[in-house]
């Protein structure tokens, strides 16, 4: 089992930034992949970047391309979501989620951070 706690949520004004962290604990040695997801009422759960715990590339939605950030910090057992230029329209619900070594499906999910973005 993983362990996530999201923070670092808020309310920003549009073009403003925030910085999401996620805090992984448990079998952190189980970890393959941490992704971001956001998710507003009503609609879908939309993934936003993912990272390989140990090494290897980023990957970015094309809608948060050059504006947002994902890194991981092994040492903290942290990943962490820069988010620059905030539009009102991402004013989500953000998710971390883990995707473990031995499946290809995101298993752990944290609870969750509310990013409000305003005009």
């Known amino acids: 089992q993983v362990q996530l706690v999201e923070s670092g949520g808020g309310l920003v004004q549009a073009g403003d930034s925030l910085r999401l962290s996620c805090a992984a604990s448990?079998?952190?040695?189980?970890?393959?992949?941490v992704g971001w997801f956001r998710q507003a009422p009503g609609k879908e759960r939309e993934f936003v970047a993912r990272?390989?715990?140990?090494?290897?590339?980023?990957y970015y939605a094309d809608s948060v391309k050059g504006r947002f950030t994902i890194s991981g910090d092994k040492a903290k057992n942290s990943v962490y979501l820069q988010m620059n230029s905030l539009q009102p329209e991402e004013t989500d619900v953000y998710y971390c989620?883990?995707?473990?070594?031995?499946?290809?499906?995101?298993?752990?999910w944290g609870q969750g951070t509310q990013v409000t973005v305003y005009s």
């Open positions: 448990g079998r952190t040695s189980s970890i393959y992949l």
């Open positions: 989620a883990v995707q473990p070594i031995t499946t290809m499906n995101y298993e752990y």
């Open positions: 990272v390989p715990w140990v090494t290897g590339y980023t």
